[in-house]
């Protein structure tokens, strides 16, 4: 009898086994794609739902884990985990921060890179950035608060009204990629780089935020919004969903009468990552057809692929801003130096 139950109980293990061993070796070979990918993300809640969320749908069996924070404090934690990465992708990454992040990510052309237009592809890049948004600087008025204040808002220079001074909300370029963006802008469109005429606008500007600074990008709109303040030097995304929303009583969405500029901003593949290959499977994914039409629709943030035409009536298309020409190259080579004067200028009017 014993021998009986003790076959029985090998025969159930055996078979136990072969039931296993089966449904491992279906799921390999249904190739669905699983395991985990860890973003390191500074998308806002709207780029999550069109680009991460879509992703989970896409592939319910990988794991996609976030960790969140600004452009500055994802790229420092990057850096530190460098000799055993725990992420797998970072976004916020633009063309400027290439000399300081390229030894940390590795390069990889996405799919459906040919359909981008030409200086969004990967090529730009040597494969390190897949560019997914393109995005404008702006300024965001309070209505309400300028009219109170008698003051009109129209760019730059009316900035520098004295009715201003302390009504100005910005973020700190050391740390935020949209006020790097607004810095830049400024340089562009106030004199040009490298020339003192622009770094004494932005030495004006400075000393208009009367010592107050945002500690992040968000609390710039969040803030002209909620009343904080009459003005926020800012970016388009979040502006136009407050446009999207029914909020232009509220609000105003100024592009500057001197002039704005664009960059793309994308992502990069961390170096020696543990998730290569779903890592792979995103890049794909945020610049296939499907992801890109989807932004446009959403209309919030302008998509990379500006092949694309624009259907949305709240946002205004690209062709139709007066854009200045932003070198990209120069603001890799001297981004430190630029910040390093900025916070110069900052330390000597924050006290």
């Given at each position: 009898?014993?021998?009986?139950?003790?076959?029985?109980?090998?025969?159930?293990?055996?078979?136990?086994?072969a039931f296993a061993r089966g449904v491992q070796e279906d799921a390999t070979s249904s190739g669905e794609p699983s395991g985990e990918l860890i973003i390191y993300t500074?998308?806002?809640?709207?780029?999550?739902?069109?680009?991460?969320?879509?992703?989970?749908?896409?592939?319910?069996?990988?794991?996609?884990?976030?960790?969140?924070?600004?452009?500055?404090?994802?790229?420092?934690?990057?850096?530190?985990?460098?000799?055993?990465?725990?992420?797998?992708?970072?976004?916020?990454?633009?063309?400027?921060?290439?000399?300081?992040?390229?030894?940390?990510?590795?390069?990889?052309?996405?799919?459906?890179?040919?359909?981008?237009?030409?200086?969004?592809?990967?090529?730009?890049?040597?494969?390190?950035?897949?560019?997914?948004?393109?995005?404008?600087?702006?300024?965001?008025?309070?209505?309400?608060?300028?009219?109170?204040?008698?003051?009109?808002?129209?760019?730059?220079?009316?900035?520098?009204?004295?009715?201003?001074?302390?009504?100005?909300?910005?973020?700190?370029?050391?740390?935020?990629?949209?006020?790097?963006?607004?810095?830049?802008?400024?340089?562009?469109?106030?004199?040009?780089?490298?020339?003192?005429?622009?770094?004494?606008?932005?030495?004006?500007?400075?000393?208009?935020?009367?010592?107050?600074?945002?500690?992040?990008?968000?609390?710039?709109?969040?803030?002209?919004?909620?009343?904080?303040?009459?003005?926020?030097?800012?970016?388009?995304?979040?502006?136009?969903?407050?446009?999207?929303?029914?909020?232009?009583?509220?609000?105003e969405l100024v592009y500057m009468i001197e002039g704005t500029t664009a960059s793309?901003?994308?992502?990069?593949?961390?170096?020696?990552?543990?998730?290569?290959?779903?890592?792979?499977?995103?890049?794909?994914?945020?610049?296939?057809?499907?992801?890109?039409?989807?932004?446009?629709?959403?209309?919030?943030?302008?998509?990379?692929?500006?092949?694309?035409?624009?259907?949305?009536?709240?946002?205004?298309?690209?062709?139709?801003?007066?854009?200045?020409?932003?070198?990209?190259?120069?603001?890799?080579?001297?981004?430190?130096?630029?910040?390093?004067?900025?916070?110069?200028?900052?330390?000597?009017?924050?006290?």
């Open positions: 009898m014993r021998k009986v139950v003790l076959l029985l109980v090998v025969l159930l293990s055996l078979s136990t086994f500074s998308y806002s809640n709207d780029l999550q739902l069109i680009l991460i969320d879509s992703f989970r749908e896409k592939y319910p069996k990988i794991d996609v884990q976030l960790v969140e924070g600004g452009a500055g404090e994802l790229k420092a934690r990057a850096k530190a985990e460098a000799a055993n990465p725990q992420g797998d992708i970072i976004t916020g990454i633009t063309y400027s921060d290439l000399n300081e992040m390229k030894q940390y990510l590795q390069p990889y052309v996405a799919k459906n890179n040919a359909a981008m237009p030409e200086d969004a592809r990967g090529e730009t890049t040597d494969g390190y950035l897949t560019y997914q948004v393109d995005q404008c600087v702006n300024l965001l008025v309070n209505k309400q608060l300028a009219k109170e204040l008698g003051v009109e808002i129209k760019g730059y220079t009316d900035l520098l009204n004295p009715k201003l001074k302390g009504k100005i909300i910005a973020a700190n370029p050391s740390n935020s990629s949209s006020a790097w963006d607004q810095l830049v802008t400024m340089l562009v469109v106030m004199g040009g780089f490298g020339s003192e005429e622009s770094w004494n606008y932005v030495e004006k500007f400075t000393q208009q935020l009367d010592g107050k600074i945002s500690g992040s990008s968000s609390g710039v709109y969040k803030n002209v919004y909620n009343g904080e303040y009459v003005v926020g030097v800012t970016y388009e995304a979040p502006c136009i969903e407050y446009i999207k929303s029914g909020q232009g009583d509220k609000v793309f901003h994308g992502n990069g593949v961390i170096k020696d990552c543990t998730n290569l290959e779903n890592a792979k499977l995103f890049m794909d994914h945020l610049i296939s057809d499907e992801t890109q039409k989807h932004m446009e629709r959403d209309g919030s943030h302008r998509q990379a692929n500006l092949n694309l035409p624009t259907t949305v009536n709240f946002r205004i298309p690209m062709e139709n801003l007066k854009l200045m020409h932003r070198d990209e190259q120069y603001l890799s080579n001297n981004r430190a130096e630029i910040v390093a004067r900025w916070e110069s200028i900052w330390a000597k009017y924050s006290k």
